[in-house]
T-cell receptor, first 110, second 112 residues
Framework: SQQGEEDPQALSIQEGENATMNCSYK?????LQWYRQNSGRGLVHLIL?????REKHSGRLRVTLDTSKKSSSLLITASRAADTASYFC??????????FGKGTTLSVSS | SQTIHQWPATLVQPVGSPLSLECTVE??????LYWYRQAAGRGLQLLFY??????ISSEVPQNLSASRPQDRQFILSSKKLLLSDSGFYLC???????????FGQGTRLTVV
């Protein structure tokens, strides 16, 4: 099973700016999920987007999915210092557990 | 509400010693259970998953094993630890294979 690849690996922005992270993959998926991990902690689920959906919103988060390009993006608007964390995309494929990418480390400075 | 407990939070073990990490879930029945490992600054590697009692799927051949003796209990074991077993071990549960996963707080294992 293939993992997603996040881009960029690291991102540094100022508070109030938007942060965009991308995830590309190579296989067919049932859904794609985004998770957040604060340093040294477990992962927290953010958004699940199904293969037949193109866009989902949750508060300041916006996720898009383009299955023709096999890519997804996570947009965090009006970033805060508390958004500093690592963000992972996870692929849900038929018959197996979630496969995670290597993540994007986001640093938001005040 | 559902909760997941994973312990211990940190563990330092000598090479060649055995390992037992336990994970339990409350507030749900027949969950899917997962063990992942995260090396420093890296992504998550799926180790094992289970869709029911006694049903274990192994994703990576290694000196680790997993067991599910009860519906909501998932145990990660090793008979003899290697230095390369060091890492951050995460247990998670999900209602199904196509749903989101909920993670425990992790165990940081250092093999010395």
């Amino acid at each position: 099973s293939q993992q997603g690849e996040e881009d960029p690996q690291a991102l540094s922005i100022q508070e109030g700016e938007n942060a965009t992270m991308n995830c590309s993959y190579k296989t067919s998926i049932n859904n794609l999920q985004w998770y957040r991990q604060n340093s040294g902690r477990g992962l927290v689920h953010l958004i699940l987007i199904r293969s037949n959906e193109r866009e989902k919103h949750s508060g300041r988060l916006r996720v898009t999915l383009d299955t023709s390009k096999k890519s997804s993006s996570l947009l965090i608007t009006a970033s805060r210092a508390a958004d500093t964390a690592s963000y992972f995309c996870a692929l849900n494929q038929a018959g197996t557990a979630l496969i995670f990418g290597k993540g994007t480390t986001l640093s938001v400075s005040s | 509400s559902q909760t997941i407990h994973q312990w211990p939070a940190t563990l330092v073990q000598p090479v060649g010693s055995p390992l037992s990490l336990e994970c339990t879930v409350e507030g749900t029945s027949n969950p899917n259970l997962y063990w992942y490992r995260q090396a420093a600054g890296r992504g998550l590697q799926l180790l094992f998953y289970s869709v029911g009692i006694g049903q274990i799927s192994s994703e990576v051949p290694q000196n680790l094993s997993a067991s599910r003796p009860q519906d909501r209990q998932f145990i990660l074991s090793s008979k003899k630890l290697l230095l390369s077993d060091s890492g951050f071990y995460l247990c998670a549960w999900g209602a199904g294979m196509n749903t989101e996963a909920f993670f425990g707080q992790g165990t940081r294992l250092t093999v010395v």
